[in-house]
């Protein structure tokens, strides 16, 4: 294993390897390839999960960051960047970790996937593991919700979040293209920069990126105490939330004449505070390899076979101090095959479809004092099917998912250790979704989804028994758990005229079995035993968003909103079921004139007083954001000089949707004014 060192009053990135050479290089000769000729064709922006059948509208929910947007929302961890999206929150283990929460579903129930891929690292595991992506080596992000979401699994019942970044190309080009980004934050004193090269030269592509990222202790609005040594003992910053991370990739593609097939391989290590304690962080390594192609064969039968694989080698390590603790690590493989047939023509309409294969296998471990769960190997199998009916302006969308799984528990290797039960658990989840969209009025589309979908425990969910100190409990499986199940329905309404537009949706899940971990009044090594249990539990709320054009002249001004809202009760206890995000709005003046585009507004947080015991309430607030960017465009290369600042009045809050708040009162508020400058160099 790689070591990881940190040391007092800061932390060190890991150790050097050929990504962090190829990053040093990248930046250092970047901008000695901004010239004249440094020309290639635009790379055309495609959606690739959002809708699998159509390039132009999809009754699915599907949101989308990329390019300006990206730049605008991106923050340090994946969570932190969606949270402004309309039904979309964090699950915020202060400024290193976070995962999306959609719609009040979070952990397993939301899939992270990594160019249509499974990531295979143990975020979901923990809240305080972080997920090995980030923004600087990132093209896009969408976030799917719907029958699409059944190509992914029974994990992605609450949705999708999948990050894109080219690193294999899918598109032939000529010439040479990339961008270089470099910013520097006052909050946390970030010094980050990241560079993307692609090269296209007859039949091949290349790719390389790379990224370096470092940030100090989190500044905030009061003083807090820190038992950190090297760290002043009262300061107005979040106690032990520096971190440090680097990576990079090398990728390939050879396309042919009706196809292409590529490959590449990634690196991503970061250095870590878990902030829940003064003196633990976290040490993490991820390897990837992937495999991708594309055929399109001359037959009356098949448009397309996609195949895609990639092996993932995670580590993590959890450090006291100097010394190592508890070593996290997953070692695991996923492979699909997905077949879009032609289009089958009828009198009254058009079929269009996926059919696919997938297969998925990880062999997780976990070692030391604070192994909370033992060895395991998961196994999956999957079949699933995606058909789409049109009629005219009316579209129907049907996907069913048929799964073979199964858990195996194999304890753990030390002796003393007996704890874990041993023994396997098979389950075969099936799925089944609709989806119908009505063009009513060339300014109208109606929309309306329904769902089944069943989930496999987690290895974790079934055989966990110890110490977590992430969740400041003594954790127990139940391995006698169910399939999880949920039948869900969304309905929505878009309305867009020019530069207009306004989309409303509500939503209901209710669950039958709800896997949650449920406070008991056992006690186990002086920690509260919680239990993994299902209960029946109901999900609802609605997400909204709209804007308006002010002005339009010589420069424009738009009005942007949005608001959602979830209610989560757990049916079997007559309680609410904790970390729901409560009722947000937020607002934004958004300026575009020339090379100049500006942007105002708030998010207004109301408090969130629905919660269980246990719990604690939080207050409402609202955090003020600016950005604004300025184009300059030379022969050749245009750079993006942006200014960016998050929380501009020093609000004082806390999340609802983290677990710090109950677990760690006091400990991990959300980060202070911070103002962000950088440019983005592309050509």
Same mark, same amino acid.
């Given at each position: 294993? &790689?070591?990881?060192?940190?040391?007092?009053?800061?932390?060190? %990135?890991?150790?050097?390897?050929?990504?962090?050479? /190829? +990053?040093?290089?990248?930046?250092?000769?970047?901008?000695?390839?901004?010239?004249?000729?440094?020309?290639?064709? %635009?790379?055309?922006? $495609?959606?690739?999960?959002?809708?699998?059948?159509?390039?132009?509208?999809?009754?699915?929910?599907?949101?989308?960051?990329?390019?300006? &947007?990206?730049?605008?929302?991106?923050?340090?961890?994946?969570?932190?960047?969606?949270?402004?999206?309309?039904?979309?929150?964090?699950?915020?283990?202060?400024?290193?970790?976070?995962?999306?929460?959609?719609?009040?579903?979070?952990?397993?129930?939301?899939?992270?996937?990594? *160019?249509?891929?499974?990531?295979?690292?143990?975020?979901?595991l923990s809240y305080d593991h972080a997920v090995p992506m980030d923004v600087l080596s990132t093209e896009r992000i969408e976030v799917l919700r719907g029958p699409s979401a059944l190509q992914y699994g029974g994990s992605a019942m609450g949705g999708v979040v999948n990050v894109i970044d080219n690193r294999i190309p899918r598109q032939k080009m000529?010439?040479?293209?990339?961008?270089?980004?470099?910013? #520097? @934050?006052?909050?946390?004193?970030?010094?980050?920069?990241? +560079?993307?090269?692609?090269?296209?030269?007859?039949?091949?592509?290349?790719?390389?990126?790379?990224?370096d990222r470092r940030t100090s202790d989190v500044k905030v609005p009061k003083n807090l105490p820190c038992s950190k040594p090297g760290s002043a003992e009262l300061a107005s910053r979040i106690c032990n939330s520096a971190s440090a991370a680097k990576g990079g990739a090398l990728g390939a593609s050879l396309f042919l004449d009706r196809g292409y097939v590529g490959m590449s391989v990634n690196s991503y290590q970061s250095n870590y505070g878990t902030v829940a304690e003064d003196e633990v962080s976290i040490g993490m390594r991820?390897?990837?390899?992937?495999?991708?192609?594309?055929?399109?064969?001359?037959?009356?039968?098949v448009q397309s076979l996609n195949f895609q694989a990639s092996q993932t080698d995670y580590k993590h390590t959890e450090f006291e101090g100097a010394e190592a603790g508890t070593l996290f690590a997953n070692k695991g493989s996923d492979v699909r095959l997905q077949l879009r047939h032609k289009p089958w023509r009828t009198e009254s309409g058009v079929w269009e479809g996926v059919w696919g294969w997938q297969s998925e296998q990880g062999k997780f471990s976990a070692d030391g004092a604070e192994a909370f769960a !033992? =060895?395991?190997?998961?196994?999956?199998?999957?079949? =699933?099917? $995606?058909?789409?009916?049109?009629?005219?302006?009316?579209?129907? *969308?049907?996907?069913?998912?048929?799964?073979?799984?199964?858990?195996?528990?194999? @304890? *753990?290797?030390? !002796?003393?250790?007996?704890?874990?039960?041993? @023994?396997?658990?098979?389950?075969?989840?099936?799925?089944? /979704?609709?989806?119908?969209?009505?063009?009513?009025?060339?300014?109208?589309?109606?929309?309306?989804?329904?769902?089944?979908?069943?989930?496999?425990?987690?290895?974790?969910?079934?055989?966990?028994?110890?110490?977590?100190i992430a969740t400041a409990a003594w954790e127990r499986g139940d391995s006698n758990l169910g399939l999880e199940k949920a039948n869900s329905m969304d309905v929505s309404a878009d309305w867009q005229k020019g530069p207009?537009? =306004?989309?409303?949706? +509500?939503?209901?899940?209710? #669950?039958?079995? #709800?896997?949650?971990?449920? @406070?008991?009044?056992?006690?186990?090594?002086?920690? !509260?035993?919680?239990?993994?249990k299902g209960v029946r539990a109901k999900f609802s709320g609605f997400e909204a968003s709209a804007q308006w054009r002010l002005l339009q002249a010589t420069?424009?001004?738009?009005?942007?909103?949005?608001?959602?809202?979830?209610?989560?009760?757990?049916?079997?206890?007559?309680?609410?079921?904790?970390?729901?995000?409560?009722?947000?709005?937020?607002?934004?003046?958004?300026?575009?004139?020339? !090379?100049?585009?500006?942007?105002?507004?708030?998010?207004?947080?109301?408090a969130q007083s629905r919660v269980p015991a246990g719990s604690v309430a939080t207050e409402a607030y609202t955090l003020w954001h600016g950005f604004v960017s300025?184009?300059?465009?030379?022969?050749?290369?245009?750079?993006?000089? #942006?200014?960016?600042?998050?929380?501009?009045?020093?609000?004082?809050?806390y999340s609802a949707t983290s677990i710090l708040t109950s677990t760690a009162p006091g400990k991990s508020p959300l980060p202070g004014r911070s103002l962000k400058l950088g440019v983005l160099a592309s050509f």
């Open positions: 294993m &790689s070591q990881i060192s940190s040391r007092q009053g800061g932390l060190r %990135a890991p150790c050097t390897s050929v990504f962090s050479i /190829a +990053a040093t290089a990248m930046v250092s000769i970047m901008p000695g390839l901004f010239l004249p000729n440094a020309v290639a064709q %635009a790379v055309q922006e $495609i959606v690739i999960t959002g809708n699998p059948l159509s390039k132009t509208q999809t009754p699915s929910a599907v949101s989308s960051l990329s390019g300006l &947007s990206l730049l605008q929302q991106g923050q340090s961890t994946l969570g932190e960047t969606l949270n402004q999206l309309p039904g979309v929150s964090s699950t915020y283990f202060g400024p290193n970790a976070s995962r999306p929460i959609i719609r009040g579903l979070d952990g397993d129930r939301i899939r992270v996937l990594s *160019n249509s891929g499974a990531s295979m690292d143990v975020s979901s000529q010439g040479i293209v990339g961008k270089a980004q470099s910013q #520097f @934050g006052s909050g946390n004193r970030e010094r980050s920069n990241g +560079a993307m090269l692609e090269v296209g030269e007859g039949a091949w592509v290349l790719h390389a990126d790379a990224f991820s390897k990837r390899a992937s495999l991708e192609g594309e055929w399109r064969p001359d037959t009356r039968l !033992p =060895f395991s190997n998961t196994r999956t199998q999957a079949l =699933f099917l $995606i058909e789409e009916y049109a009629v005219g302006s009316t579209r129907f *969308n049907a996907g069913v998912r048929r799964e073979n799984v199964s858990v195996k528990s194999l @304890g *753990n290797p030390d !002796p003393t250790v007996d704890r874990f039960e041993l @023994g396997t658990r098979k389950f075969v989840p099936q799925s089944f /979704a609709t989806s119908a969209s009505w063009q009513v009025l060339p300014q109208w589309r109606l929309s309306a989804n329904a769902s089944r979908v069943e989930r496999a425990p987690k290895d974790y969910e079934l055989f966990a028994n110890g110490p977590h207009h537009q =306004f989309k409303i949706t +509500a939503f209901e899940s209710k #669950f039958s079995n #709800f896997i949650g971990l449920l @406070g008991t009044t056992e006690i186990e090594e002086d920690l !509260p035993v919680q239990v993994y420069s424009t001004l738009d009005l942007a909103v949005k608001a959602d809202a979830v209610r989560a009760h757990n049916l079997s206890t007559d309680e609410p079921l904790p970390r729901i995000s409560p009722v947000r709005f937020g607002a934004a003046l958004i300026h575009a004139t020339g !090379p100049w585009s500006a942007r105002l507004g708030f998010d207004w947080h109301a300025y184009k300059q465009k030379l022969p050749g290369t245009t750079l993006n000089w #942006f200014g960016k600042v998050d929380n501009l009045s020093n609000q004082w809050a």
